[in-house]
């Protein structure tokens, strides 16, 4: 079973729209959840970790948020270089293993 | 402090040779982490390694098997490759709650 779920699969946004990601997890005993940015051949770039419901992050236009059941990535005023394929992962269980999400591609166009 | 590194970024293999893929974690961290990442399948987690001992481990076959030395750096190996595993192959390093990509392995198999 899915154990993370993101969503939309692909985004596509005017320069300046702001918009939020979405990712819904059903694992229990949640540790943290992640969000990554990751660029086309590259390795995943760490953005933030979330550890319980209620919890807020923020860097430069990025903003996370979590609950029970999911977490949001919200983008304020988008600009195209932050065009790329935003992850979320969870982590439940002892030890650094991450479940991924599909992952979101952001395309914003000027 | 200088990022997680992995040699060689790119190999082309045929079906049938073992690889070798090697990842030197950040200073200071002690686990290591594998991740194989196809169009189709998303970011699956392989295995961790913690100051040398497998702390986790995915749903792959025996095929696939890593080690990790007293220096924390950590090898990967996959034996009788076949064409399904062509893959971008991610490291991650991290301490405590928290997971640093770095730039892959791209491995071809033809």
């Known amino acids: 079973e899915d154990q993370v779920t993101q969503s939309p699969e692909a985004l596509r946004l005017q320069e300046g729209e702001s918009s939020s990601l979405n990712c819904s997890y059903t694992?229990?005993?949640?540790?943290?959840l992640f969000w990554y940015r990751q660029d086309p051949g590259k390795g995943p770039e760490f953005l933030f970790t979330?550890?319980?419901a209620g919890e807020e992050k923020e860097k430069e236009r990025l903003k996370a948020t979590l609950t029970k059941k999911e977490s949001f990535l919200h983008i304020t005023a988008p600009k195209p270089e932050d065009s790329a394929t935003y992850l979320c992962?969870?982590?439940?269980?002892?030890?650094?293993?991450?479940?991924f999400g599909g992952g979101t591609r952001l395309m914003v166009k000027p | 402090k200088a990022g997680v590194t992995q040699t060689p970024r790119y190999l082309i293999k045929t079906r049938g040779q073992q690889v070798t893929l090697s990842c030197s974690p950040i200073?200071?961290?002690?686990?290591v982490s594998w991740y194989q990442q196809t169009p189709g399948q998303g970011l699956q987690f392989l295995f961790e390694?913690?100051?040398?001992?497998?702390?986790n481990k995915g749903n792959f076959p025996g095929r696939f098997s890593g080690r990790q030395f007293s220096n924390s750096r950590s090898e990967m190996n996959v034996s009788t490759l076949e064409l399904g595993d062509s893959a971008l192959y991610l490291c991650?390093?991290?301490?405590?709650?928290?997971?640093?990509f770095g730039p892959g392995t791209r491995l071809t198999v033809l």
């Open positions: 979330l550890y319980s």
């Open positions: 694992v229990s005993g949640l540790r943290g």
């Open positions: 200073s200071g961290h002690r686990s």
């Open positions: 991650a390093s991290g301490w405590d709650s928290s997971a640093f």
């Open positions: 992962a969870v982590q439940w269980n002892a030890g650094n293993m991450l479940t």
């Open positions: 390694y913690f100051s040398e001992t497998q702390r």
